[in-house]
């Protein structure tokens, strides 16, 4: 990563404290769409390297970089709509059991009825589903893809 890079992670994760030029203090963007409340913010007086910190730390070591490939690629194909992407959506319970089902089924090859075996329900902390119920949601997610590819194939 180069310096403008540096940048723009830091103020896309980041804002200061105060409107003031010589602000050294940063609060996480992350931390406030998660309603987690920090006491003080991050200190950064002499560049960036405690913010990278912070987003290295356990507390975004995996999410910070996927979310900020998605803002590069927004950057690329929709350079106005940049810089507005919500970090963290809140998902139901219910969105995240399909999910968390429609990914084990399809990221491993599996047949739909993996959801309704009474072994794999054992060892797995995800809420019960029905196949019928993975199967509707999965036709949904593949018309809705198709439909964004021919659209943006044309």
């Not at 940063?26 to 406030?32: F, G, L, S, T, V």
């Given at each position: 990563?180069?310096?403008?890079?540096?940048?723009?992670?830091?103020?896309?994760?980041?804002?200061?404290?105060?409107?003031?030029?010589?602000?050294?203090?940063?609060?996480?963007?992350?931390?406030?769409?998660?309603?987690?409340?920090?006491?003080?913010?991050?200190?950064?007086?002499?560049?960036?390297?405690?913010?990278?910190?912070?987003?290295?730390?356990?507390?975004?070591?995996?999410?910070?970089?996927?979310?900020?490939?998605?803002?590069?690629?927004?950057?690329?194909l929709a350079p106005t709509q940049s810089g507005n992407i919500?970090?963290?959506?809140?998902?139901?319970?219910?969105?995240?059991?399909?999910?968390?089902?429609?990914?084990l089924v399809i990221h491993n090859c599996e047949p739909f009825?993996?959801?309704?075996?009474?072994?794999?329900?054992?060892?797995?902390?995800?809420?019960?589903?029905?196949?019928?119920?993975?199967?509707?949601?999965?036709?949904?997610?593949?018309?809705?893809?198709?439909?964004?590819?021919?659209?943006?194939?044309?």
């Amino acid at each position: 990563m180069n310096k403008t890079d540096n940048k723009d992670i830091i103020t896309f994760f980041f804002y200061p404290t105060s409107d003031r030029k010589d602000c050294h203090e940063y609060w996480c963007k992350i931390y406030k769409e998660r309603d987690c409340h920090r006491e003080k913010p991050y200190a950064s007086p002499k560049g960036y390297q405690n913010l990278f910190n912070h987003l290295q730390s356990e507390a975004h070591e995996n999410e910070w970089k996927d979310l900020w490939k998605v803002e590069k690629q927004s950057r690329i194909l929709a350079p106005t709509q940049s810089g507005n992407i919500n970090l963290l959506k809140k998902f139901t319970p219910e969105a995240e059991t399909l999910f968390g089902w429609m990914e084990l089924v399809i990221h491993n090859c599996e047949p739909f009825s993996y959801v309704e075996n009474k072994i794999i329900r054992k060892y797995i902390k995800l809420g019960t589903v029905t196949v019928e119920y993975v199967q509707k949601h999965t036709i949904e997610v593949y018309d809705i893809v198709i439909e964004e590819i021919k659209k943006n194939s044309s």
